[in-house]
């Protein structure tokens, strides 16, 4: 890359203090968001993908969260270290939020209008805050905002609260959005629109972290790809790369589970994540006696594909992934097909 | 269908209407018509995966047939007994072999009770009053669905989100149901949780032979799960049969819509389904004829007229997007013409005299603020057999509710080179 990425993130790690121990919710997570770029993680709740993104722009709530390591970089500016005044105008003005459930995000007793002029205010000295707040309606896509603008949060569909809290979050004019679960809460046909809204956004120019457990909206929107489990990024790289050879044992547990019913439901166990070493060892099917060793395993490339393709697994670099290889060829093989070969007929099935 | 006389459990024409009340006097002034004459039936063992979006009515199906909600019209039958008249033991008997899970775990359980209570909850009001055989029975499903006999005296908070749908999964059989309604079962969960719930599901409905209806909005989860499905649109079924037809052949374009809409696992497939137009129908005022006619991309022209597909198209999600109040505020205030064609790709010339001298007045009015009048005129030479008529056509046998599929109708499906 010929100039800096917009944010970099380097050695980020946040703990959380519970009563009996301290949770290393991000453990030395590392990367990059270019401009313009959407990159999206991935992972399941307790993954620290959530907290990753909120200790961004210090939003995590400390105590019990605290950021203990790490740099953040954003255009230039430092943000780990950062005091309040910088983060609250980095926050306001150039990296926004949005969230799974914009209801909690709006306030119930101010008209939407209110709420956005609001956000215009804080972060410029906008004359025409109302007018402002109209086209902002508009360029998210809601219709008659003229007159929607003076309408409360209530009065707005899931999807189209989701575009209000949108359109707040655009009032700065930011530069980075960061949006946590946008399109979990809504119906498939409503995703389609607000998907089809975030890339028009990231068409025209703003860079979009992307925090998601569903890999069909990754597929959808990301030019790249985090992996994350027990705290750490496990597998990054492309989305082409990583869809089309999801290389760490984890990603590919995740996209098994689109392509028939789990394996594992009969030696259930609970999930204990240990916190050294490969993170994913206890659950995962490759795991021999290396992967305990050390913080986490380095990093190596994913020769089968080109770019900047990596994993955090000890059976790639001197290691033998042939066997995980070969899974992962499976893999892509069949969610390639599920849209025209289904898991099959059992034979029970009753035509009416 | 078969030939058993009767099946496990019939809906027949069932419509659950909902009264809106409004002044002092609590008149009713209107209804929402959240179930519309739903049919289906489900044998012994047999899954269903009933899909749509929210607002389709389909847990108020749901509702409707566990009698927490009354029937406006139609029945529920089970074993061919009508449920709405089941009294004392037979009530009773009805109740405890149709059983619930919910989509939200921590609302399924009293934060004061140990799970073991939980568990056994069903069966005390049912009467066995034996406290070591219901321990016994609470523990031998505990086992059954992955957790261990120990867990009895731990309570809600100490299990996570799929732990406590595995909990939910042991109540729910503990009174050995034959029907177990799964409310969005797994939507709350990880997709990794989700698939482990979903398999020990369907292991313990094969061991147990229990028939499940799956009441979900996620397309992947019915293909996975289900034998058949239903799909639901505005209180009405407009599809149905085996999973493998309807979701890999989907005859209904609403099933179409929903499907494409779901995003594909290839990333270099990003095209995602385009609807007429984006807002559901209020149910207390569905439209006419076809429910989806308002949104639907196959939408059948009237006999008259005699237009390629992308320009009929073009021509009806100019007047749906008026009358659904979804025109985008930068086209309502343009003084070009030229803007309002251009925005719906409305070709300057128009092969159908009437058509074309409907767009230029309808887009004039459109210039002209006078949004009524282009709806108008625009509905005036669009009108179709599918706001006219409720469609009830069959695909090899299994019904779609489509006036594609009718042949009395002209209009025959479209397939994907008319779709672009």
Same mark, same amino acid.
């Given at each position: 890359?010929?100039?800096?990425?917009?944010?970099?993130?380097?050695?980020?790690?946040?703990?959380?203090?519970?009563?009996?121990?301290?949770?290393?919710?991000?453990?030395?997570?590392?990367?990059?968001?270019?401009?313009?770029?959407?990159?999206?993680?991935?992972?399941?709740?307790?993954?620290?993908?959530?907290?990753?993104?909120?200790?961004?722009?210090?939003?995590?709530?400390?105590?019990?969260?605290?950021?203990?390591?790490?740099?953040?970089?954003?255009?230039?500016?430092?943000?780990?270290?950062?005091?309040?005044?910088?983060?609250?105008?980095?926050?306001?003005?150039?990296?926004?939020?949005?969230?799974?459930?914009?209801?909690?995000?709006?306030?119930?007793?101010?008209?939407?209008?209110?709420?956005?002029?609001?956000?215009?205010?804080?972060?410029?000295?906008?004359?025409?805050?109302?007018?402002?707040?109209?086209?902002?309606?508009?360029?998210?896509?809601?219709?008659?905002?003229?007159?929607?603008?003076?309408?409360?949060?209530?009065?707005?569909?899931?999807?189209?609260?989701?575009?209000?809290?949108?359109?707040?979050?655009?009032?700065?004019?930011?530069?980075?959005?960061?949006?946590?679960?946008?399109?979990?809460?809504?119906?498939?046909?409503?995703?389609?629109?607000?998907?089809?809204?975030?890339?028009?956004?990231?068409?025209?120019?703003?860079?979009?972290?992307?925090?998601?457990?569903?890999?069909?909206?990754?597929?959808?929107?990301?030019?790249?790809?985090?992996?994350?489990?027990?705290?750490?990024?496990?597998?990054?790289?492309?989305?082409?790369?990583?869809?089309?050879?999801?290389?760490?044992?984890?990603?590919?547990?995740?996209?098994?589970?689109?392509?028939?019913?789990?394996?594992?439901?009969?030696?259930?166990?609970?999930?204990?994540?240990?916190?050294?070493?490969?993170?994913?060892?206890?659950?995962?099917?490759?795991?021999?006696?290396?992967?305990?060793?050390?913080?986490?395993?380095?990093?190596?490339?994913?020769?089968?594909?080109?770019?900047?393709?990596?994993?955090?697994?000890?059976?790639?670099?001197?290691?033998?992934?042939?066997?995980?290889?070969?899974?992962?060829?499976?893999?892509?093989?069949?969610?390639?097909?599920?849209?025209?070969?289904?898991?099959?007929?059992?034979?029970?099935?009753?035509?009416? | 269908?078969?030939?058993?006389?009767?099946?496990?459990?019939?809906?027949?024409?069932?419509?659950?209407?909902?009264?809106?009340?409004?002044?002092?006097?609590?008149?009713?002034?209107?209804?929402?018509?959240?179930?519309?004459?739903?049919?289906?039936?489900?044998?012994?063992?047999?899954?269903?995966?009933?899909?749509?979006?929210?607002?389709?009515?389909?847990?108020?199906?749901?509702?409707?047939?566990?009698?927490?909600?009354?029937?406006?019209?139609?029945?529920?039958?089970?074993? +061919?007994?009508? #449920? &709405? $008249?089941?009294?004392?033991?037979?009530?009773? !008997?009805?109740?405890? =072999?149709?059983?619930? %899970? @919910?989509?939200?775990?921590?609302?399924?359980?009293?934060?004061?009770?140990?799970? +073991?209570?939980? #568990? &056994? $909850?069903?069966?005390?009001?049912?009467?066995? !009053?034996?406290?070591? =055989?219901?321990?016994? %029975? @609470?523990?031998?499903?505990?086992?059954?669905?992955?957790?261990?006999?120990?867990?009895?005296?731990?309570?809600?908070?100490?299990?996570?989100?799929?732990?406590?749908?595995?909990?939910?999964?042991?109540?729910?059989? @503990?009174?050995?149901?034959?029907?177990?309604?799964?409310?969005?079962?797994?939507?709350?969960?990880?997709?990794?949780?989700?698939?482990?719930?979903?398999?020990?599901?369907?292991?313990?409905?094969?061991?147990?032979? @229990?028939?499940?209806?799956?009441?979900?909005?996620?397309?992947?989860?019915?293909?996975?799960?289900?034998?058949?499905?239903?799909?639901?649109?505005?209180?009405?079924?407009?599809?149905?049969?085996?999973?493998?037809?309807?979701?890999?052949?989907?005859?209904?374009?609403?099933?179409?819509?929903?499907?494409?809409?779901?995003?594909?696992?290839?990333?270099?497939?990003?095209?995602?389904?385009?609807?007429?137009?984006?807002?559901?129908?209020?149910?207390?005022?569905?439209?006419?004829?076809?429910?989806?006619?308002?949104?639907?991309?196959?939408?059948?022209?009237?006999?008259?007229?005699?237009?390629?597909?992308?320009?009929?198209?073009?021509?009806?999600?100019?007047?749906?997007?008026?009358?659904?109040?979804?025109?985008?505020?930068?086209?309502?205030?343009?003084?070009?013409?030229?803007?309002?064609?251009?925005?719906?790709?409305?070709?300057?010339?128009?092969?159908?005299?009437?058509?074309?001298?409907?767009?230029?007045?309808?887009?004039?009015?459109?210039?002209?603020?006078?949004?009524?009048?282009?709806?108008?005129?625009?509905?005036?030479?669009?009108?179709?057999?599918?706001?006219?008529?409720?469609?009830?056509?069959?695909?090899?046998?299994?019904?779609?509710?489509?006036?594609?599929?009718?042949?009395?109708?002209?209009?025959?499906?479209?397939?994907?080179?008319?779709?672009?």
């Amino acid at each position: 890359m010929s100039s800096d990425p917009l944010l970099s993130v380097a050695g980020l790690r946040t703990h959380i203090e519970t009563e009996d121990r301290t949770v290393r919710a991000v453990d030395e997570v590392s990367f990059d968001v270019e401009r313009g770029e959407t990159v999206c993680v991935v992972g399941e709740s307790g993954s620290g993908k959530s907290v990753t993104c909120e200790s961004l722009t210090g939003i995590v709530p400390s105590p019990p969260a605290e950021i203990v390591g790490g740099s953040i970089t954003f255009d230039g500016h430092s943000l780990a270290d950062a005091d309040q005044r910088l983060l609250r105008e980095i926050r306001g003005n150039r990296i926004a939020h949005i969230f799974q459930n914009p209801q909690q995000a709006l306030d119930p007793v101010y008209a939407v209008g209110d709420q956005i002029t609001e956000a215009i205010e804080l972060h410029s000295n906008a004359e025409n805050a109302r007018e402002r707040a109209v086209s902002l309606l508009r360029k998210v896509g809601i219709p008659n905002a003229e007159t929607r603008v003076d309408d409360y949060p209530h009065e707005f569909s899931g999807g189209m609260a989701q575009r209000v809290a949108i359109a707040i979050a655009l009032a700065a004019d930011p530069d980075l959005l960061i949006a946590d679960e946008p399109t979990t809460a809504v119906d498939v046909t409503v995703q389609a629109r607000l998907i089809e809204l975030l890339r028009r956004l990231t068409g025209e120019g703003m860079s979009l972290l992307l925090v998601t457990h569903d890999f069909r909206v990754v597929a959808s929107m990301a030019d790249r790809v985090l992996v994350m489990f027990g705290g750490t990024i496990v597998e990054r790289g492309s989305v082409e790369s990583v869809f089309e050879t999801p290389a760490h044992p984890y990603t590919q547990t995740l996209f098994e589970s689109y392509d028939g019913l789990s394996q594992r439901a009969d030696r259930y166990a609970r999930d204990q994540i240990p916190s050294d070493g490969c993170r994913f060892r206890l659950g995962c099917p490759y795991a021999v006696d290396g992967c305990e060793s050390g913080e986490q395993p380095p990093f190596e490339s994913v020769e089968a594909t080109a770019g900047d393709h990596s994993v955090s697994c000890v059976h790639y670099g001197d290691g033998n992934p042939d066997e995980i290889l070969a899974n992962a060829d499976r893999i892509a093989a069949t969610i390639g097909n599920t849209e025209s070969d289904p898991e099959g007929d059992n034979g029970e099935s009753n035509n009416e | 269908m078969s030939d058993t006389p009767e099946p496990l459990l019939e809906l027949d024409a069932l419509k659950t209407h909902y009264s809106i009340r409004d002044g002092w006097l609590q008149r009713e002034v209107g209804r929402v018509r959240a179930v519309d004459g739903v049919s289906f039936s489900i044998e012994t063992g047999e899954t269903l995966g009933l899909v749509g979006e929210s607002g389709s009515g389909k847990s108020t199906v749901a509702r409707t047939i566990l009698q927490l909600e009354e029937a406006t019209e139609g029945e529920v039958r089970f074993e +061919g007994s009508p #449920v &709405a $008249e089941l009294t004392g033991e037979d009530l009773h !008997s009805f109740q405890r =072999r149709v059983q619930l %899970i @919910v989509q939200d775990p921590n609302e399924a359980f009293s934060p004061r009770m140990t799970i +073991g209570e939980a #568990v &056994a $909850e069903p069966l005390r009001l049912h009467g066995l !009053s034996d406290d070591d =055989r219901r321990e016994a %029975i @609470v523990e031998d499903l505990l086992e059954r669905v992955g957790l261990s006999a120990a867990d009895t005296s731990r309570y809600p908070h100490e299990f996570s989100g799929g732990e406590k749908q595995r909990i939910a999964i042991a109540r729910a059989l @503990v009174t050995n149901p034959d029907v177990i309604i799964a409310d969005e079962p797994t939507s709350a969960l990880d997709s990794r949780v989700q698939s482990d719930v979903l398999a020990l599901l369907d292991r313990i409905r094969r061991e147990y032979d @229990v028939a499940v209806l799956l009441i979900s909005h996620d397309i992947d989860v019915v293909r996975l799960f289900c034998d058949r499905v239903a799909v639901m649109y505005l209180g009405e079924i407009v599809e149905r049969g085996a999973v493998s037809t309807v979701l890999n052949e989907p005859a209904h374009p609403y099933t179409r819509v929903l499907l494409e809409s779901v995003p594909s696992l290839d990333p270099t497939e990003r095209t995602l389904a385009r609807p007429l137009t984006e807002t559901i129908p209020d149910p207390a005022d569905p439209p006419g004829g076809c429910r989806f006619h308002t949104r639907c991309p196959e939408l059948i022209p009237p006999d008259t007229v005699d237009l390629p597909t992308p320009v009929w198209r073009a021509v009806a999600e100019f007047r749906f997007t008026l009358q659904a109040g979804e025109l985008p505020d930068e086209v309502a205030e343009t003084e070009a013409k030229r803007t309002v064609r251009e925005h719906f790709s409305i070709p300057d010339h128009i092969g159908d005299e009437s058509i074309a001298k409907a767009v230029e007045t309808a887009t004039g009015a459109v210039v002209g603020g006078d949004i009524e009048t282009a709806v108008q005129t625009l509905a005036a030479v669009t009108e179709t057999v599918c706001e006219r008529e409720s469609p009830a056509a069959r695909v090899d046998s299994r019904p779609v509710a489509c006036h594609r599929y009718d042949d009395t109708v002209e209009g025959k499906p479209l397939t994907r080179e008319d779709q672009n």
